[in-house]
C-alpha cells in the first residue's frame, strides 16, 4: 500500500531555534497537507498545498509541495514552547479510491526546551 | 463556528464487550471520516461517508466494526465484540465535498482501552 515515510522520528530543541522535517512518498501525489496533534486532542490542519513547487507559509510555519511531487517539507521557524506536538505530512490515497482519502505519516515528535 | 464534537472522550471495557461512538460533524460538511489511531501511529482511515452513503470502507473490519450516518449528519461507530488490538483513539474528520475535501477537521477523538 501507499507509504508516507517522516523524518525526522523526533527533534529535541531549544526554544528560539528553527526546525526542518521531511515526508516523501512511494508515489506521486498531487495534494500535500501538514497537520500538528497536541497530546489528548485531534490533529488540526496547518497548511494545504495543491500545486508542485508551491511554498506556503502559516506564521512562523512555512511548507513546501517538492517539484518531483513526491516530497514536502515543514519549517518552523523561531520555536517556542507551544509549538510541541506530534506533526503529521498527509496526502491523498493511493489511485483509484474515493476523493477525500487521506493516508498520514508516522509522524514527528517535537520537544521544545525553553 | 463550532467544531467536529465527539463522544465519550474515553472508554474502558473488556475484551469481547461492545462499545459505540457518536461524532457531530461541522454544520454544512457533508464528509464525514472515522479513524483509528494506534498510539505512536498516524491516524489509519476506517470509513468515509458523503451525506449518509458510504463512500470508502476498504479498511473497515466489517466483522467486528459498523457504522452509520442517518440523516448525514450525525454518525455512530460500533465494535462488536471489542478485541484487545482495537485499543486505539478513534477520531471523527468532517470536510466539505468538492474542492477542499482534503482538508479535514478533526475531533478531539475517544480512547479506547481493551481490557
Known amino acids: 500500500g501507499q507509504q508516507l515515510n517522516q523524518s525526522p522520528q523526533s527533534m529535541f530543541i531549544q526554544e528560539g531555534e528553527d526546525v526542518s522535517m521531511n515526508c516523501t512518498s512511494s508515489s506521486i501525489f498531487n495534494t500535500w497537507l501538514w497537520y500538528k496533534q497536541d497530546p489528548g486532542e485531534g490533529p488540526v490542519l496547518l497548511i494545504a498545498?495543491?500545486?508542485?513547487?508551491e511554498l506556503t507559509s502559516n506564521g512562523r510555519l512555512t511548507a513546501q509541495f517538492g517539484i518531483t511531487r513526491k516530497d514536502s517539507f515543514l519549517n518552523i521557524s523561531a520555536s517556542i514552547p507551544s509549538d510541541v506536538g506530534i506533526y503529521f505530512c498527509a496526502g491523498p490515497g493511493a489511485g483509484g479510491t474515493s476523493y477525500g482519502k487521506l493516508t498520514f505519516g508516522q509522524g514527528t515528535i517535537l520537544t521544545v526546551h525553553p | 463556528e463550532a467544531g467536529v464534537a465527539q463522544s465519550p472522550r474515553y472508554k474502558i471495557i473488556e475484551k469481547r464487550q461492545s462499545v459505540a461512538f457518536w461524532c457531530n460533524p461541522i454544520s454544512g460538511h457533508a464528509t464525514l471520516y472515522w479513524y483509528q489511531q494506534i498510539l505512536g501511529q498516524g491516524p489509519k482511515l476506517l470509513i468515509q461517508f458523503q451525506n449518509n452513503g458510504v463512500v470508502d470502507d476498504s479498511q473497515l473490519p466489517k466483522d467486528r466494526f459498523s457504522a452509520e450516518r442517518l440523516k448525514g449528519v450525525d454518525s455512530t461507530l460500533k465494535i462488536q465484540p471489542a478485541k484487545l488490538e482495537d485499543s486505539a483513539v478513534y477520531l471523527c474528520?468532517?470536510?466539505?465535498?468538492?474542492?477542499?475535501?482534503?482538508?479535514?477537521?478533526f475531533g478531539p477523538g475517544t480512547r479506547l482501552t481493551v481490557t
Open positions: 474528520a468532517s470536510s466539505l465535498i468538492r474542492g477542499r475535501a482534503y482538508e479535514q477537521y
Open positions: 498545498l495543491y500545486k508542485a513547487g
